[in-house]
């Protein structure tokens, strides 16, 4: 009941912290698009109709209500722009069009969709980078990066193939997004190529894995492609800018790793903390 209460309260304040990250960008924007405020909406129905499918009707109705007037009592006394409400009921769509599914479809397509969110959010802020320290130096998209792997890493129960159409569906709308905001064409394709090369890697190794047990499988897979992701992407995006010089690349390389490490575990042991999440091995 919590869960769902907590996906629908946190949507406005999810905005809130994704534009006040996205302001250390090169071009920082003026307000939140909309398309990204509905993306949040979105993302955050998948884990509240995991949650409730837990729960009775009545139960389901009141964590609902609770959470929708949270998130807009949060709107309204923190000032918030009110835009930010819309990822309430777009978060109440996602949960009823998830729950509506057949089978084990809900969780196939939550985990898709919050796969293919993560990237989109991830590329909207690739050149937002938080300095902590004197050297690090964080790309915010990281943190959505890191989430990604360990929800791709929960679509392998359902084959290798369904996990490879996920990847290109991702990719593709990525690209999509990105050209309906104006990213330069040189960004797109190297997000284009970065998801490919390093998913593809991840995918392999992880069905290398497939019998151990789901911190290995997910910390396995991670090794090889969050630097894999982070190299490729950094490299190949930013060299021959200004201000991207060797030192600068070292900074970003080495934290954006041990970030993405770090969401991926967060992530992973979330999922392990509900055992129903975790995908279980071939004769598991």
Not at 6 to 34: I, M, T
Not at 82 to 105: D, H, I, N, Q, S
Not at 129 to 145: I, S
């Amino acid at each position: 009941m919590l869960v769902l209460t907590a996906a629908l309260a946190v949507g406005p304040w999810s905005a809130a912290l994704l534009f006040a990250l996205s302001r250390f960008g090169q071009s920082p924007p003026d307000a939140l698009p909309w398309t990204v405020i509905g993306l949040l909406g979105a993302l955050l129905g998948a884990p509240a109709a995991a949650a409730a499918a837990h729960l009775l009707r009545p139960r389901r109705t009141a964590a609902s209500a609770a959470g929708a007037g949270l998130a807009l009592a949060g709107v309204a006394l923190a000032g918030l722009p009110l835009a930010y409400a819309a990822t309430v009921p777009v978060t109440l769509l996602v949960l009823v069009l998830l729950r509506a599914l057949p089978g084990e479809r809900p969780e196939l397509y939550g985990a898709a969709l919050v796969y293919v969110g993560c990237t989109i959010l991830a590329n909207f802020t690739f050149d937002s980078f938080l300095p902590l320290g004197d050297f690090f130096l964080v790309n915010v998209g990281t943190f959505f990066f890191g989430v990604t792997f360990t929800q791709r890493d929960r679509l392998h129960r359902f084959g290798r193939s369904v996990v490879y159409r996920v990847i290109v569906a991702a990719a593709a709308a990525n690209v999509v997004a990105a050209l309906a905001v104006g990213t330069p064409l040189r960004y797109v394709a190297v997000s284009f190529l970065a998801i490919l090369v390093s998913e593809t890697a991840d995918t392999e190794v992880y069905q290398r894995l497939l019998h151990r047990r789901w911190l290995t499988r997910v910390a396995g897979s991670n090794a090889v492609s969050a630097p894999l992701d982070t190299i490729l992407f950094t490299t190949l995006a930013f060299a021959g800018a200004p201000f991207a010089t060797a030192a600068w690349m070292i900074q970003v390389i080495v934290t954006d790793v041990l970030v993405k490490y770090a969401a991926s575990l967060v992530a992973a042991i979330t999922v392990l903390s509900r055992p129903a999440w975790v995908p279980r091995p071939p004769g598991g």
